[in-house]
């Protein structure tokens, strides 16, 4: 099984996208997953700027809105527009907490069914502020909808539960068991994301999430997937913590998506830990 290495625009979020994504490329990414209602490009466009440097798209989107009716419609209008940019997959932050299950389910219900309709890989984000935000919440929808693929970024669990998840072991196994793509960020018990996960300060977590990816990366083998895409994740301010009054962040995180890029390529490879 190939893992797909792919890069967030969401430190270059104002760039021009032909500078975005040429340094994608350089700094040796196969992919890039781009917010498309932030680009002023068309689908089109935007896809064929994607592949004529060579690289594949994860089309992200959102869905928003006041009530349940106008996130039903965002997510017909941005999926439409996700699939006309010939994505890997498309991934999205689904829904809202602050609906009933009854609610969320026919939102996710619908997704489910665009994703069978168009034959396109469909995975929602477990997210804060989303109904995923939390590893029980997540199992239930899981649950009541078998067709539900998801996003595995669970640096918001860790944060949310303020907790390594160890208490939690089915919670996890059933999101391992439909994760169909992976933000590698790296959170804590208070906060999801941490300076530079290959300082060794924070090794205890970094392992506790790299174990957890090899579980999906194992259980995608099993099930015969012929690729699995991984996006290191870390953000920019206020996501990457700030220095007081300068303002200057800890790290820069560019180079700490490259750096911790390259160190999972040999982890994987190897099998090693940290």
């Not at 996003?151 to 860790?158: I, T, Y």
Request: aromatic share 10%; charged share 25%; with cysteine.
């Amino acid at each position: 099984m190939q893992i797909v290495f792919t890069k967030s625009k969401w430190e270059m979020w104002d760039d021009p996208l032909p500078d975005f994504l040429g340094r994608a490329k350089k700094d040796g990414f196969d992919a890039v997953e781009i917010y498309l209602p932030a680009q002023p490009e068309a689908p089109s466009a935007l896809a064929r700027q994607v592949a004529d440097h060579g690289l594949g798209l994860i089309a992200q989107i959102k869905t928003e809105g006041p009530c349940v009716e106008a996130h039903l419609e965002s997510l017909e209008d941005r999926f439409t527009q996700a699939a006309a940019t010939d994505p890997l997959l498309i991934n999205s932050h689904t829904g809202s907490d602050v609906f009933s299950f009854e609610d969320n389910c026919r939102i996710f219900e619908r997704a489910c069914q665009l994703a069978r309709q168009s034959g396109i890989l469909f995975t929602q984000e477990t997210h804060r502020s989303r109904p995923t935000g939390s590893g029980p919440a997540t199992r239930a929808y899981l649950e009541a909808l078998p067709d539900l693929r998801l996003n595995a970024d669970f640096s918001h669990w860790f944060c949310v539960h303020e907790s390594d998840l160890s208490d939690q072991p089915e919670n996890l196994e059933a999101a391992i068991e439909r994760a169909h793509h992976i933000h590698a960020r790296v959170g804590f018990e208070e906060g999801p994301q941490v300076p530079d996960p290959l300082a060794p300060e924070w090794q205890f977590w970094t392992e506790r999430h790299l174990a957890l990816w090899r579980r999906i990366i194992d259980a995608r083998r099993k099930s015969g997937t012929a690729w699995l895409t991984l996006t290191p994740e870390f953000g920019p301010p206020p996501y990457m913590p700030i220095e007081p009054y300068s303002q200057r962040p800890l790290a820069d995180a560019w180079e700490t998506n490259v750096r911790f890029a390259q160190w999972l390529k040999t982890q994987l490879e190897t099998g090693q830990g940290k």
